[in-house]
């Protein structure tokens, strides 16, 4: 049976054009144009994501993730103009699962949805602004803070980003894919030497030994995959 989405912006191309791409995809697509017809919407179709616009002509999306919230238990992906951090903040600690600011590629959008829905099929979601914690590794998304066995380890954004990406998957493997999309966007498309070096300084900030990583562990011809210290 095909995963139900429902698409919330008040962009009348933006709409026809996602719902071509997620159509495609085989994913099942229903849009709203405003807060009132999303709420309806939810109610009536039961979607398994909600991919909800903040600036609404009627409502401000935060509004709308609050009611959503208080009735059905659906991850969001915002989908935003905004970009400033307190927006973000504000939207993750409303429950949302992922945020994305426009303008955004296709392939990014659709590398985001597979992270959620596969997060939410392990049953392992939880708010992105709490500290995550894999074995020794603690991430704090909100305070943009890595520890290694308690210790505090400094990290570029983009080695946060891939980091802070394995962590939401721990135990399953991300593919090459999803990763340069989700944190380079589609533009880096099959660019996967920008992630094999990127994967390599992240190893030498976080593994005893690099040569030998304990965490991060290489799904040959797959991606990568995050452990709580197993030794290869």
Do not use: C
């Amino acid at each position: 049976m095909a995963i139900k989405i429902l698409l919330v912006d008040d962009d009348t191309l933006l709409r026809r054009s996602l719902t071509y791409q997620l159509e495609h995809e085989g994913y099942q697509v229903t849009t709203a144009e405003s807060g009132r017809k999303a709420l309806n919407a939810a109610r009536t179709g039961q979607p398994d994501l909600i991919l909800l616009d903040i600036g609404l002509p009627d409502a401000n999306g935060f509004d709308i993730a609050r009611s959503l919230q208080r009735e059905l238990d659906t991850p969001i992906i915002f989908l935003t103009a905004r970009d400033q951090e307190t927006d973000i903040v504000v939207g993750l600690e409303l429950g949302a699962e992922d945020y994305i600011t426009k303008p955004f590629g296709t392939r990014e959008l659709l590398a985001r949805i597979r992270v959620v829905l596969r997060r939410m099929a392990r049953g392992t979601t939880m708010p992105p602004t709490e500290p995550l914690r894999v074995g020794p590794l603690t991430l704090d998304p909100h305070k943009h803070e890595v520890l290694v066995q308690g210790k505090l380890v400094d990290l570029p954004p983009k080695e946060f980003e891939l980091l802070h990406l394995l962590m939401l998957n721990a135990g399953a493997v991300v593919s090459t894919d999803d990763l340069l999309d989700v944190v380079w966007g589609e533009e880096f498309a099959g660019a996967v030497q920008v992630l094999y070096v990127h994967m390599g300084w992240l190893r030498e900030r976080i593994e005893e030994n690099p040569r030998q990583p304990r965490y991060i562990q290489t799904v040959r011809g797959v991606g990568y995959k995050l452990t709580a210290g197993e030794s290869t």
